[in-house]
C-alpha cells in the first residue's frame, strides 16, 4: 500500500509531468499542419521528407495525449482512494514501479499478462 507521503510524492510528479505535456503540446502545433503538395516549391523528395517528418510529429501529438490521459486518470484515482492499486487484480503496485511511471495502473505481474496477450 502506497503512504500518504509517497501519494503526495507522486502527486506533485504527476502535476509536474502534466504541465510539460502540455507546454510541449502547444510548442508542436505547427509540426502538424497539412504538408504542401506544391512541387514547383519543393522538390519530392523534401516533400516526402516533410511529409515524414509531419507522420512522426502527428504520432508524437497522439503519444503526448495518451500519457495525459494516463496523467489524469492517475490523479483521479488519488482523489478516489485507490491510486497505488492494480487494475486488473488490485493487488499494491510495487512503489519502484511507481516510481519510474507515477501513472501505471497495472502491477508488474498484471502488464505481463497483458503483453503476452
Same mark, same amino acid.
Given at each position: 500500500? =502506497?503512504?500518504? +507521503?509517497? %501519494? ?15 507546454? #510541449?503540446?502547444? !510548442?508542436? @502545433? &505547427?509540426?502538424?499542419?497539412v @504538408?504542401e503538395?506544391d512541387?514547383?516549391? =519543393? ?6 521528407? !516533410? ?6 510529429? #502527428?504520432?508524437? @501529438? ?6 495525459l490521459?494516463? %496523467?489524469?486518470?492517475?490523479l ?6 485507490g491510486?497505488?492499486? *492494480?487494475?486488473? *487484480?488490485?493487488? +499494491? %503496485? &510495487? =512503489?519502484?514501479?511507481?516510481e519510474?511511471? +507515477? !501513472?501505471?495502473?497495472? *502491477? %508488474?505481474r498484471?502488464?505481463?499478462a497483458?503483453?503476452?496477450?
Open positions: 500500500m =502506497v503512504s500518504e +507521503p509517497e %501519494i503526495e510524492h507522486f502527486r506533485q510528479r504527476l502535476l509536474q509531468l502534466q504541465l510539460e505535456l502540455r507546454s #510541449q503540446r502547444e !510548442a508542436g @502545433v &505547427d509540426a502538424t499542419r @504538408v503538395l512541387q514547383t516549391r =519543393v522538390g519530392r523528395l523534401s516533400r516526402l521528407d !516533410a511529409m515524414q517528418g509531419q507522420a512522426m510529429s #502527428q504520432e508524437q @501529438v497522439r503519444r503526448r495525449q495518451l500519457q490521459q494516463r %496523467i489524469t486518470a492517475a483521479r484515482r488519488m482523489e478516489q482512494g491510486y497505488g492499486d *492494480c487494475h486488473d *487484480c488490485g493487488e +499494491p %503496485i &510495487d =512503489v519502484r514501479r511507481l519510474m511511471d +507515477p !501513472a501505471a495502473d497495472l *502491477c %508488474i498484471c502488464a505481463t497483458r503483453e503476452q496477450g
